[in-house]
């Protein structure tokens, strides 16, 4: 998996309660993903995804957070099949309603 002292960590390094810091550094871990073309991809997602997971557990009606996981999930899914699943939307649009 990823290794270092990522600018997207730092956040959650200072605050490992903070929710929204876990939060946003599963939506960076899953835009990486979006974006990258090579195997880092799967690496990316299957960071994020149990981060978003957590989240669901804290609150499982919360029907972003079901979103969320479903969407990693299928991502994940898709590319264990060979999709291309470049069309789909970052997460941080869909999130924030830019999808």
Sequence with gaps: MLRGDRPEWTLQKQSPG???AKIMLA???FNLATVSVNSQTLA???EALPIDEEAL???PSDPRRQRDVAQINKS???YS???DDTRA???SLTRF???
Aim: net charge negative; with cysteine; hydrophobic share 40%.
């Design 57 to 59: 557990r804290a609150k």
């Design 27 to 29: 939506i960076c871990l």
């Design 18 to 20: 903070n929710e929204d």
């Design 89 to 91: 939307l970052p997460l």
């Design 81 to 83: 099949l060979g999709f």
């Design 97 to 99: 309603g830019g999808g």
């Design 44 to 46: 990316y997602e299957l």
């Design 76 to 78: 994940i899914a898709g």
